[in-house]
């Protein structure tokens, strides 16, 4: 009987096995062997003769200024900016939706997977007509009298830093939506009943309730945000220097493709650093602190 139901269990699991291997054959092929090979790439010296592994392209990379600041910290400082403004737009978003009727949850949630739907260099060229010097903002402003002049709008941080935010809110929209829907109003609704107020009952109570979809779409808009390369091509306009932007024009340009694999690979690490402290600090200002 026991070996009868040792082969029994181990049937299912076998048959899992077999179910997961193609998955597991794409990713090794189309993932870690490409990673592994990049991550090579990047220790290549081409000033060295013949294959030799070597740390001089990051430290060249790290003792440049150009590179620390210049690119690496501007890559960091809009992401993180972006995917803050994103996680407030679309938590404020998803709130509010989730205290509508069905029919008009639909319906929000049918205009906010409207740009989804649209190719995403098409998105951004949009934002650039809108935000050109005969866009509809600029027209606003001098008809409103508020400049007297169209204003540089473009090709700037922060033309960038609006278009990662249009470009990552409806991703942490719909992660928060389907995290708030399933939050019960009956114990916000307890908590005024003893005593507590609005705000402070969505602190102490719903707030806390949300931490795990609140994380779930951060690591979404941060990965998103760190590895855009569209919007800071297009809305930057060559002058904003990104990291994803510079590996790209580093291997095209100057065909210099080992020092475009480092930058890639410090992007890589930079992107799961973040997301990792981004972890962290949620469960340790949240959860830690409510249970």
């Not at 002049?149 to 941080?157: A, G, M, V």
């Not at 935010?165 to 307890?190: C, D, R, W």
């Not at 095209?252 to 981004?278: D, E, K, Q, R």
Request: hydrophobic share 55%.
């Amino acid at each position: 009987m026991i070996a009868m139901g040792a082969v029994a269990h181990s049937q299912p699991s076998r048959s899992a096995a077999l179910l997961v291997l193609p998955a597991y054959i794409v990713l090794t092929l189309c993932f870690f062997i490409p990673l592994i090979w990049i991550g090579v790439q990047s220790l290549t010296d081409v000033r060295a003769p013949g294959f030799t592994l070597s740390l001089s392209n990051y430290a060249r990379f790290f003792s440049d200024s150009h590179y620390v600041a210049g690119l690496l910290w501007r890559t960091v400082w809009l992401s993180c900016t972006a995917t803050l403004l994103a996680l407030i737009i679309g938590y404020a978003g998803a709130y509010f939706v989730t205290r509508l009727d069905e029919r008009a949850q639909s319906t929000m949630l049918f205009l906010v997977m409207c740009p989804l739907w649209v190719n995403l260099v098409v998105r951004t060229l949009s934002l650039m007509v809108i935000l050109g010097r005969d866009g509809v903002v600029n027209g606003f402003l001098v008809a409103t009298g508020i400049v007297p002049k169209p204003i540089q709008l473009l090709y700037n941080d922060w033309a960038v830093l609006f278009g990662m935010v249009q470009m990552s809110t409806p991703f942490v929209f719909l992660t928060l939506y389907g995290v708030l829907k399933q939050i019960p109003n009956e114990l916000t609704s307890a908590a005024l009943t003893v005593g507590a107020t609005p705000l402070r009952a969505f602190v102490r109570v719903f707030l806390p309730l949300s931490v795990p979809g609140l994380i779930a779409a951060g690591v979404l808009a941060l990965g998103i945000n760190m590895e855009s390369f569209v919007v800071p091509i297009l809305l930057g306009g060559g002058r904003v220097t990104f990291m994803s932007v510079a590996a790209y024009e580093m291997a095209t340009v100057s065909n210099n493709f080992p020092f475009a694999a480092t930058i890639g690979m410090i992007l890589l690490a930079t992107t799961f650093l973040a997301i990792f402290l981004y972890q962290w600090a949620m469960k340790r200002v949240f959860l830690s602190s409510h249970y």
